[in-house]
């Protein structure tokens, strides 16, 4: 399966810029490949579009380009083994497709990438004035799907998700077929299975997504059946993934679910997160939030990331929790203060080099409260952002904080650092496998 993603709000922009209701435009995208677990996803790199002086032939109906507008943008794909996308637009109603001149130039065009620039995909991406964005692979019937990353979750293509109307008909009745549809089309990461993350899978069963990949390297211990949704005494020293696995098949036996008993600090496991489309972190130490923060910057991963906190602020108690989504345009972990660096070092360290550091700490290794009422109340916070996010329900914060001594739930408001290095202007968005992941030596 291939699919294209756009940074927000790059994808709106460029349908803007080509708009013109009389004649067709045109524009090229230079996109990094992310190849995984038999996926491929195209995170658009660089937007050219076509200036008036760069068409030889330009009508309602056809558009030609100078082949200096399009060498010198190949030859970068060539170089950097980057993805093509050709751009033209349909201005005049009633084409709400490609047409089988586009059918012929693209058949040339195929046997010419072939040649040109080998060993990753191409595509051609239409926008036509009444319909919605096509998009499939150069010189075949192939369909793409194609999304706007950002605080919303734009899916431009048509989802041809068939819908269970009697099982989802009051989801429907809230947000309609096209909404379920985009659940249904989801492929979802959740990491941490515990609290909050075996409750975030049971909802998202019972929301209708059916395709999981469910990561935590622990297993169910007799202090974990108080909160962990889906476990029993029969489950001690059972994987948690595997008790998670198992819960969301009583609610949906035909989900597609790859559980991994490992860790996302591990580089390999954080690596099947690139080509997910929607990511939950429900852990609790700074290293794994780090791996889940950058994957969501570098590989344009719309992620929620969940915290609960139960303690005392010197004689007053602390009982809350936060959510926060993380995608292009949001600030991150970094720019909201959630993250420490001297942390996730120590987190990160071998044992060997714990015991020569003379400055490692032992990080505090106290096990902290839980209450399965809280890990409730902040999973259905997250998958109600999620719903926000993806299905469109009005509901507008994307950082909300619960204080449950006072009964408070405040929205919060937080910039993004423009000198921040994970999703500021100038950071890894959207650079795929051009920078490392952080992670413990494997």
């Not at 075996?198 to 909160?227: C, K, W, Y």
Request: aromatic fraction near 6%.
């Amino acid at each position: 399966m291939i699919s294209l993603a756009f940074a927000a709000p790059a994808l709106s922009d460029l349908r803007d810029a080509l708009d013109d209701s009389t004649l067709e435009s045109a524009a090229i995208l230079l996109c990094e490949p992310v190849f995984e677990a038999g996926r491929i996803r195209l995170l658009v790199k660089e937007i050219h579009i076509a200036s008036a002086h760069d068409y030889l032939e330009r009508s309602a109906v056809r558009v030609r380009l100078d082949p200096n507008f399009c060498l010198s943008i190949e030859k970068s794909a060539k170089l950097n083994r980057f993805s093509l996308v050709y751009v033209h637009t349909h201005p005049s109603p009633g084409h709400p497709d490609f047409s089988p001149e586009d059918d012929a130039t693209e058949a040339k065009l195929s046997d010419y990438l072939s040649w040109r620039c080998p060993g990753v995909p191409h595509l051609a991406l239409l926008f036509p004035r009444d319909a919605a964005t096509r998009c499939r692979v150069v010189g075949s019937f192939q369909a793409v799907p194609v999304v706007q990353v950002g605080g919303d979750i734009v899916c431009a293509t048509e989802d041809v998700q068939k819908l269970e109307i009697d099982r989802f008909d009051r989801q429907i009745r809230a947000f309609g077929e096209d909404g379920q549809k985009r659940i249904a089309a989801l492929e979802v990461g959740i990491v941490g299975l515990g609290g909050t993350g075996s409750i975030v899978a049971q909802q998202l069963a019972h929301l209708g997504v059916m395709r999981f990949v469910l990561i935590d390297p622990d297993q169910v211990e007799t202090s974990n059946l108080n909160r962990v949704v889906g476990a029993g005494p029969t489950d001690v020293l059972q994987s948690k993934v595997a008790v998670t696995e198992r819960m969301i098949r009583s609610i949906r036996s035909e989900a597609d679910i790859v559980a991994i008993s490992g860790d996302v600090t591990a580089r390999s496991v954080a690596r099947r997160l690139s080509v997910t489309d929607f990511i939950f972190g429900c852990t609790d130490t700074h290293s794994s939030r780090h791996t889940i923060n950058q994957l969501a910057y570098q590989y344009l991963i719309p992620t929620i990331d969940l915290g609960v906190a139960i303690g005392n602020s010197g004689d007053q108690a602390t009982i809350g929790s936060h959510v926060q989504m993380l995608a292009p345009g949001l600030p991150c972990l970094w720019c909201s203060n959630h993250l420490n660096a001297h942390r996730i070092r120590e987190e990160l360290m071998t044992q060997e080099q714990r015991a020569s550091d003379p400055y490692f700490e032992g990080g505090n290794g106290v096990r902290q409260p839980a209450v399965i009422s809280l890990n409730g109340t902040t999973a259905s916070l997250a998958i109600t952002m999620f719903l926000s996010a993806v299905a469109g329900i009005p509901s507008r914060p994307r950082y909300l904080a619960y204080d449950a001594v006072r009964g408070r739930m405040n929205a919060l408001a937080v910039a993004v650092n423009p000198g921040c290095p994970f999703c500021g202007p100038e950071s890894t968005l959207g650079v795929g496998d051009r920078a490392p992941l952080p992670g413990r030596p494997e």
